[in-house]
Nanobody, 115 residues
């Protein structure tokens, strides 16, 4: 199995930036999908960004142009660069990786955007 551990969350002011990292205990280069989700209090979990088959990227409309998803196969790590952060970006961000028939989740990292 694969374990995923997120890091990089914290408190940031509006307009600031954060880099989230999702480190995998095993290889993820064959992953069907690598994604970041988020869930804010009182809201459903939503897909933020995804890499499909290691090539194609897609973003939620709310973050398009501000967030960038990427991966480093050598480090078995997925990243989410978050720029121009807004208070509405506040949520728990979780990493998801699909390898074959299995879907793996990290425990999440809290991102709080507030002045």
């Amino acid at each position: 199995q694969v374990q995923l551990v997120e890091s990089g969350g914290g408190l940031v002011q509006p307009g600031g930036s954060l880099l989230l990292s999702c480190a995998a205990s095993g290889s993820i280069f064959r992953a069907i999908a690598m994604a970041w989700y988020r869930q804010a209090p009182g809201k459903q979990r939503e897909l933020v960004a995804v890499i499909q088959n290691g090539v194609t990227t897609n973003y939620a409309d709310a973050v398009k142009g501000r967030f960038t998803i990427s991966r480093d196969n050598g480090k078995n790590t997925v990243y989410l660069q978050m720029n121009s952060l807004k208070p509405e970006d506040t949520a728990v961000y979780s990493c998801n990786v699909v390898i074959g028939r299995l879907s793996y989740w990290g425990q999440g990292t809290q991102v709080t955007v507030s002045s």
